[in-house]
């Protein structure tokens, strides 16, 4: 099984400011990686998929990057309706989810 | 509008059994596989199922391997999930996801907004 993990598990952030959440394989994944945003009571939405290919309709300011077992999530500016948690997610061997970075206004 | 509508969710006894349905419209649904992601409230997310768009291949975690049956009616846009023997661990919102393609990616680009499962004595 692969393990993700993500750090931190909570970022607090001032709106505007650059966020940078990491997400980390537990063996190589290539860059079979997307990244989900989860508000409370809402559905993941898919951000990011292939490491660095953003979703339909996801703002530019979301950038991914990274293979191999390190990948990044950056929101270059972030705005009040981006503080949300944010799960990465390896669909290389089977498919399994990190365990969420919460991204709170500061 | 790409939609998807799940329903079927209820309290439930250990050892009883529950349908799901997930309800699709706005898109070609046979042109996508479907998922079932859970969420324990307050915990992350687990991926429970998939089915290819034709419905010829089924894909199940180990631990509702032979307790759940994931299957698809294209004719009615309607995924199901049936979950038997059914434990205290299986409570969560279910979420309905579809596939980015027919096969199997494994990334999920349109999510319904969850039926929640709670299995107590």
């Known amino acids: 099984e692969v393990v993700m993990t993500q750090s931190p598990a909570t970022l607090s952030v001032s709106p505007g400011v650059r966020a940078t959440l990491s997400c980390r394989a537990s063996?190589?994944?290539?860059?079979?990686l997307a990244w989900y945003q989860q508000k409370p009571g809402r559905a993941p939405r898919l951000l990011i998929y292939?490491?660095?290919t953003r979703a339909a309709g996801i703002p530019a300011r979301f950038s991914g990057s990274g293979s191999g077992t390190e990948f990044t999530l950056t929101i270059s500016s972030l705005q009040s309706e981006d503080f949300a948690i944010y799960y990465c997610?390896?669909?290389?061997?089977?498919?399994?989810f990190g365990g969420g970075t919460k991204v709170e206004i500061k | 509008e790409v939609q998807l509508l799940e329903s079927g969710g209820d309290l439930m006894q250990p050892g009883g059994s529950l349908r799901l349905s997930c309800a699709a419209s706005?898109?070609?649904?046979?042109?996508?596989?479907m998922n079932w992601v859970r969420q324990v409230p307050g915990k992350g997310l687990e991926w429970v199922s998939g089915?290819?768009?034709?419905?010829?291949?089924?894909y199940y975690i180990d631990s509702v391997k032979d307790r759940f049956t994931i299957s698809r009616d294209n004719s009615r846009n309607t995924l199901y999930l049936d979950m038997d023997s059914l434990r205290v661990e299986d409570t969560a919102v279910y979420f309905c996801?579809?596939?980015?393609?027919?096969?199997?990616?494994?990334?999920?680009?349109?999510w319904g907004q969850g039926a929640r499962v709670t299995v107590s004595s």
């Open positions: 996801a579809r596939d980015l393609v027919s096969g199997w990616s494994k990334v999920f680009d349109v």
């Open positions: 706005g898109f070609t649904f046979e042109n996508h596989a």
């Open positions: 089915i290819s768009g034709i419905g010829a291949s089924t």
């Open positions: 063996q190589r994944v290539s860059t079979d």
């Open positions: 292939g490491a660095s």
């Open positions: 997610q390896q669909y290389n061997d089977w498919l399994s």
